[in-house]
Nanobody, 117 residues
């Protein structure tokens, strides 16, 4: 099993920044993808950004140029630096882990990000 513990969510004004962290523990497989998804009320859960252990990234169009995903593989931790936040970024942000062995993904509990206007 893999456990994901998130931190860094909170309240911020439009134009501000937040940095989310997610630390994975348990049965971590070296070859994996970790990332961030978000879900606003009444909306589906969508990818924000993800990154493989080797550094390949994918970003949602809405995140490009504003958000940066990074990893510390030694700590099994993924970060999401969010700049120029907009009210439309308000959502519950979920950390995600999936190994490259084809098992089901793991999810964090979610952390609320609220951007006020």
């Amino acid at each position: 099993q893999v456990q994901l513990v998130e931190s860094g969510g909170g309240l911020v004004q439009a134009g501000g920044s937040l940095r989310l962290s997610c630390a994975a523990s348990g049965s971590i497989f070296r070859f994996n993808t970790m990332g961030w998804y978000r879900q606003a009320p009444g909306k589906q859960r969508d990818l924000v950004a993800k990154m493989t252990n080797s550094g390949s990234t994918n970003y949602a169009d809405s995140a490009k140029g504003r958000f940066t995903i990074s990893r510390d593989n030694a700590k099994n931790t993924v970060y999401l630096q969010m700049n120029s936040l907009k009210p439309e970024d308000t959502a519950v942000y979920y950390c995600n882990y999936v190994d490259h062995m084809g098992e089901n993904p793991y999810w964090g509990q979610g952390t609320q990000v609220t951007v006020s206007s």
